[in-house]
């Protein structure tokens, strides 16, 4: 049966490109405009019409850009040329790597390890398991820079218990979706890694370093956030751990909190590359997870080396695909008609950077982040670059962006995952997650219009 749905997807692609075609050749109002113009239209107009039809995102970004070429008389050669120069960069070896150390810390039970090593540092607190749920998530996304991976592992093990102890199920899935944002501005992350590729070669180390003192803001304020909606919801504390079980989770839980220890300052004393640093997380996961604490065996490893290579997959083609689009957007001026539309609704930098940030924002709800850093990159960095922010900063600017739209509704993939495990609707959960929405937005204007949250540990690295 799913092969027969994917017949008949593949045949209504191939419809619609036909459909598409014709439509872009005799639209009177193409044939009205310039050659930039009405390849503006071809290029934006199939976009809008490919994501309203829920099409694969790699899709909606390759089609436009073969359509728009053959619109504009270009070779299709360029594209394919385009897409492969796209994933012909040494940096983005990091990024199978650093999914797949994420891949095997969640398959290998180190999420459930942190969060017990949490449970006895904040655990003891009204509303212990919430705070839990948040620390345990910073220290996750500290060795696996992945949102996705944080929900599922940590939510699948917390949210039942968070349930079962009388915490609200909604509020349960809003701190666990929320917090995993964490994995995305606390390093490693591999959306930094592609930030730093698109934005002309930034130092991936300075954005790691600059993306830990506004993490910890994050996840403080959503602390302070749950423990104010626990307290005044009477929920439970979490039970006392006795001084020789804290030894002993410590003990075991130590091993699996040095993969982000070993990662950061490798690369800060300069034994190692964030492009090796990759190979050394997924090595030491490997390791720890096989050998030290044996919950994973041959079995396992080869079903998470699959599961990865298919993430790995799509994400190279989201990557190849966003280089084509976002070559043509560089091809027919869109980055300078953007700065020339923001500027003319005003030219003070507060307003300017305001409005980025609503429309980053914005995309992120209807988004992935992959495509949509690649896309936005190219036509904001310059901008904001005039405007005298720095590329580094303005990279923890986009992925706090990025993050929150990982979160809202109506395609947030954590918001997905984490209704899913949790078993409630999205509407429900996105209710329960507005006191963290709007912690998490006003940290995002601090980080904003405050250089020194990101600059401070960032410029020591900046080049």
């Known amino acids: 049966m799913k092969k027969f749905f ?7 692609i191939i419809f619609l490109l036909g459909v598409l075609l014709a439509f872009m050749f005799k639209l009177p109002i193409v044939q009205g405009f310039s050659r930039e113009e009405g390849g503006r239209i071809v290029l934006f107009t199939s976009f ?24 504009l008389n270009l070779p299709t050669m360029v594209i394919f040329q ?24 969640a398959e290998g039970g180190i999420a459930q390890k942190i969060v017990e090593f949490s449970n006895i540092l904040v655990g003891r607190v009204r509303g212990g398991l919430a705070m839990v749920n948040i620390l345990a998530s910073m220290f996750f996304g500290g060795v696996s820079g992945s949102s996705v991976a944080d929900t599922s592992s940590i939510g699948a093990f917390l949210i039942p218990m968070m349930v079962n102890q ?19 501005i606390i390093p490693p992350s591999h959306n930094m890694i592609i930030y730093s590729l698109v934005a002309g070669g930034v130092s991936v180390g300075a954005l790691f370093m600059a993306g830990y003192i506004p993490g910890i803001m994050v996840g403080v304020a959503q602390m302070i956030v749950a423990y104010i909606i626990s307290r005044k919801r009477n929920y439970p504390v979490a039970g006392k751990v006795s001084f020789k079980e804290a030894l002993i989770i ?35 996961a490997i390791v720890i997870t096989t050998f030290v604490y044996k919950t994973m065996n041959l079995k396992k490893l080869l079903r998470t080396f699959q599961n990865t290579a298919v993430v790995i997959a799509m994400v190279l083609f989201i990557i190849a695909s966003s280089s084509a689009f976002g070559y043509l957007l560089a091809y027919l001026k869109v980055p300078a008609l953007v700065a020339s539309a923001l500027t003319s609704i005003s030219t003070n930098k507060y307003v300017l950077l305001l409005l980025i940030n609503l429309m980053l924002l914005f995309l992120g709800m209807i988004m992935d982040m ?10 904001l960095l310059p901008l904001v670059k005039s405007l005298g922010m720095s590329p580094v900063q303005f990279g923890i600017v986009m992925m706090i962006n990025l993050g929150i ?50 600059m401070f540990l960032g410029g020591r690295f900046a080049r």
Do not use: H
């Open 6 to 12: 994917s017949y008949i997807f593949g045949a209504f």
């Open 370 to 379: 992959a495509p949509l850093i690649l896309i936005t990159t190219p036509i």
């Open 250 to 284: 410590t003990r075991d839980s130590i091993l699996g909190l040095l993969v982000g220890v070993i990662i950061i300052a490798g690369i800060i004393f300069g034994v190692f590359t964030a492009t090796e640093a990759s190979v050394v997380a997924a090595v030491y």
């Open 405 to 454: 739209g990982l979160c809202t509704p109506p395609v947030g993939t954590t918001l997905f995952v984490g209704c899913a495990i949790g078993k409630s609707t999205m509407e429900r959960v996105a209710k329960a997650s507005i006191p963290f929405y709007a912690v998490m937005i006003a940290i995002l204007l601090l980080v904003t219009y405050v250089p020194w949250f990101t």
């Open 82 to 105: 385009r897409m492969g120069a796209g994933i012909n960069a040494f940096s983005l070896i990091a990024i199978p790597f650093f999914i797949l150390a994420g891949q095997v810390m």
């Open 48 to 71: 809008v019409l490919l994501m309203m039809l829920r099409v694969p995102i790699a899709f909606c970004l390759s089609i436009p850009a073969f359509l728009t070429s053959i619109y």
């Open 166 to 184: 009388g915490y609200d199920r909604d509020f349960s899935i809003a701190v666990t979706i929320t917090s995993s944002t964490l994995g995305i």
